[in-house]
C-alpha cells in the first residue's frame, strides 16, 4: 500500500530542478519564498511560514514560459484559456494526507474569470503528473490517503476588492477539494509572510 509520503517521495523526482524550490529551515521552523517573475510587478517577495518539511514549491511562472501551448495546441485547441497556469503549486505530505495548494500571485487588476482559467490549467497539469507518478512509478493515490486541495489568490493590498474565502462552518474546518471557482483571497503589500495554515484552515 502506498502512503503519503511514498506517493510525495516519487512524485518530487519527476520534475526539473530548476522548477521546484525546497523549506528553508531556520530554528527548527521552514518557510518558502514566493516571487513575481515580472519586473514591474508590486507584490515583491511573500514568505509561507511555518511549512511542513515534506514540501516541494513548484513555479509554474517558470512552466509558463516554455510556451506548452506551441506543442500541444497543435492537437488541442485552445479556445477556452486552458493552456493558462497559475504561478506555484505546493505540494506536501504527512503520513496519510496530501496538500494540493494552487497560488495565484496579482499585482495587477482581478480578473475572476482569467484567475479561475489559470488554476483549471494547473489542475490539469497536476492531473498530468499524478499519472506520471501512478502509471510510470506504480504509485497511485488510493484509500486511505486523502488529498486537501485549495486555490489560493495573493493580490497586491491596493487592488480593487474581490471575492473572499467562502463562509464555513466549524464542521468544515478544513479546506477539502475546493474548485477554482472556490478560490480563497489575501491582500499583501509589496512584501509580506502568511502562514501555510491560511491556506489549509477555515479562517
Not at 494540493?100 to 483549471?120: A, G, P, T, V, W
Request: glycine share 4%; hydrophobic share 35%.
Amino acid at each position: 500500500m502506498i502512503t503519503a509520503m511514498d506517493w510525495f517521495c516519487k512524485c518530487k523526482t519527476i520534475y526539473v530542478p530548476a522548477f521546484v524550490s525546497f523549506p528553508v529551515e531556520d530554528n527548527g521552523k521552514y518557510s518558502l519564498a514566493l516571487t513575481e517573475s515580472d519586473p514591474e510587478a508590486k507584490l515583491k517577495r511573500i514568505t509561507i511560514s511555518n511549512v511542513p518539511e515534506n514540501t516541494v514549491l513548484l513555479n509554474l511562472q517558470e512552466y509558463s514560459k516554455l510556451n506548452i501551448g506551441a506543442s500541444l495546441g497543435k492537437i488541442i485547441r485552445d479556445d477556452s484559456g486552458i493552456f493558462k497556469c497559475c504561478d506555484y503549486l505546493l505540494i506536501s505530505a504527512d503520513s496519510a494526507e496530501l496538500d494540493f495548494i494552487y497560488i495565484e500571485l496579482k499585482s495587477k487588476k482581478i480578473d475572476r474569470h482569467e484567475i479561475i482559467k489559470q488554476f483549471n490549467g494547473a489542475s490539469c497539469f497536476m492531473e498530468y503528473c499524478k499519472g506520471v507518478v501512478e502509471y510510470f512509478f506504480d504509485a497511485p493515490i488510493t484509500k486511505p490517503v486523502s488529498i486537501r486541495t485549495s486555490y489560493a489568490l495573493l493580490s497586491w493590498t491596493s487592488l480593487n476588492k474581490t471575492p473572499t474565502s467562502p463562509s464555513r462552518t466549524k464542521k468544515n474546518k478544513y479546506r477539502k477539494s475546493l474548485s477554482p471557482g472556490d478560490y480563497i483571497h489575501q491582500k499583501i503589500g509589496g512584501s509580506g509572510t502568511i502562514s501555510f495554515k491560511w491556506f489549509i484552515t477555515a479562517v
